[in-house]
């Protein structure tokens, strides 16, 4: 199973991991655009299963703010920073607040998210760091939030899309094949990689224009489907009995 840096990265520069390609009789991946990765053999025998989450219900969030979520690990694969430098550059009466939830694997990290913590706008933070949580509470933050922001530079197929999805909560992505194969290819939502003043801007348009965000709600909804437990657990079921069919 393929799930991210080895998909992205690993198959690319590690010997040993093109290696486990060539010995594998079956190869998983997340999303479609993952089989863009692998060659014309290994794309022979690799299957799509896209991970599930439950259904769920977002809760009405606060109509005075913009809450938007960012969950994970802070991270270089996550890109954090990006988000954080985006708060710098949207208006001074902006709505947006950004919630981050997961910890710092690295003291820069750390230290942008400390500082980011102290400011305020207007005499309220636009940044607030909630540090660990468990899967339960984060889930409920998700629900909370008017959107996601998924920042990554690389991606094998996010669970907290399928979170954000299955919930209504609609997702800002950087435009990464591991966010297309999860959102497909005509989604409105995406932004380049790294790049803080087009997340800005987009941020902005989505806590100010009812009818963008609420078309991002309506294609993340058509995705859904992608991401039910049933179908999951069909596509496991297909997998398993092709690997014991005879040759």
Not at 11 to 20: G, M, Q, W, Y
Not at 95 to 118: F, K, M, N, P
Not at 135 to 144: G, N
Not at 160 to 183: C, D
Request: charged content about 25%; overall charge neutral; aromatic content about 4%.
């Amino acid at each position: 199973m393929l799930t991210g840096t080895d998909l992205y990265r690993d198959i690319r520069t590690d010997a040993s991991a093109r290696r486990s390609l060539e010995l594998a009789s079956h190869l998983v991946v997340l999303q479609d655009q993952g089989l863009a990765e692998l060659s014309a053999a290994h794309r022979a025998k690799c299957h799509v299963i896209y991970q599930s989450a439950p259904a769920g219900t977002s809760v009405a969030p606060d109509k005075d703010g913009f809450d938007v979520v960012l969950v994970g690990h802070m991270r270089a694969e996550k890109d954090p920073l990006t988000p954080m430098r985006a708060l710098a550059l949207l208006p001074d009466a902006s709505r947006v607040r950004l919630i981050q939830v997961g910890g710092a694997l690295d003291r820069a990290y750390e230290q942008a998210a400390l500082a980011l913590e102290t400011q305020d706008w207007r005499g309220a933070p636009r940044y607030v760091w909630l540090r660990e949580l468990p899967h339960d509470e984060t889930l409920r933050r998700i629900r909370l939030a008017h959107a996601m922001v998924v920042s990554s530079v690389m991606e094998g197929g996010a669970n907290v899309i399928i979170e954000a999805v299955t919930s209504g909560v609609p997702v800002l992505a950087t435009r990464i094949p591991g966010n297309v194969g999860m959102l497909g290819h005509d989604y409105e939502g995406y932004f380049p990689p790294g790049d803080a003043a087009q997340l800005a801007l987009l941020l902005e348009r989505a806590s100010r224009d009812a009818g963008f965000l609420q078309r991002l709600r309506q294609q993340c909804a058509l995705r859904a489907p992608l991401f039910a437990p049933a179908r999951e657990r069909a596509e496991v079921g297909k997998l398993v009995a092709h690997a014991l069919k005879p040759e």
